[in-house]
């Protein structure tokens, strides 16, 4: 089977014990040294959706903004998330960042007419978009002794809230704050607006609900916020 070498834009990135969830956005350059984008895609490195994740020394330094070279098998979509592609198990290669470029994904977003959770899948849904929500915040909460990042915002209009953040770079930007941000606390960013890259989750037996996650959190401006 022929593999696709491709770049890909990394919208998210997230460093778990099992390895690497990895989302972004395939690009493909002109003829004049423009870049375009294509698709969204999920690289997984198994077609058991229990066990796919990339592992992590192949995306050792890769952040946010960067685009890599990454070899793509075969679309391998499950009930849930149409954009996996089986990854062909080779090294990785960084071939430029985006880090630091203002306003870089305003011409890439997502539109999805609607974000909330579902009781069914249907072949035209998506399980990732990258969106440009407005009046974003966030909040600290422990839940069984276990810390929890929740973010609200509005997206055409409608209030979402409670959207847990599993962004690990705007987490430990947040822990480094030299006010820790207490619990319970609404806030708001100072001075930037942001980018979500939203992932919903698998369907959960037996009722088929799907979760909402904000797997990255990206300002404007392109720095990181642990910058």
Same mark, same amino acid.
């Given at each position: 089977m022929q593999v696709q070498r491709v770049p890909l834009l990394v919208l998210a990135a997230s460093f778990k014990q099992q390895g690497v969830c990895l989302g972004g956005r395939v690009l493909q350059q002109t003829s004049d040294g423009a870049w375009l984008s294509l698709y969204n895609c999920r690289p997984v490195s198994s077609e058991n959706p229990d066990c796919n994740a990339i592992p992590k020394q192949y995306l050792q330094g890769v952040k946010v903004l960067d685009v890599i070279e990454?070899?793509?098998v075969k679309s391998v979509a499950v009930e849930g998330q149409p954009e996996n592609w089986l990854w062909d198990g080779r090294p990785i290669k960084k071939l430029f960042s985006y880090a630091n470029t203002p306003n =870089?994904?305003?011409?890439? *977003?997502?539109?999805?007419?609607?974000?909330?959770e579902v009781a069914q899948y249907q072949a035209d849904e998506w399980s990732m978009a990258c969106i440009q929500p407005q009046d974003f915040s966030f909040?600290?909460?422990?839940?069984?002794?276990?810390?929890r990042w929740l973010s609200s915002f509005t997206y055409r209009g409608k209030p979402?809230?409670?959207?847990?953040?599993?962004?690990? =770079?705007?987490?430990?930007? *947040?822990?480094?704050?030299?006010?820790?941000?207490?619990?319970?606390?609404?806030c708001s960013l100072a001075d930037t607006n942001c980018w979500l890259l939203l992932s919903r989750t698998l369907p959960f037996p037996p009722t088929g609900k799907r979760y909402l996650l904000a797997a990255a959190v990206i300002p404007h401006h392109g720095a990181s916020f642990a910058d």
């Open positions: 990454i070899g793509l =870089v994904l305003s011409n890439i *977003l997502d539109t999805p007419d609607c974000l909330g909040q600290l909460e422990y839940k069984n002794g276990r810390e979402y809230s409670s959207v847990t953040i599993t962004d690990a =770079v705007f987490i430990q930007g *947040l822990q480094r704050l030299a006010e820790p941000v207490r619990v319970g606390e609404v």
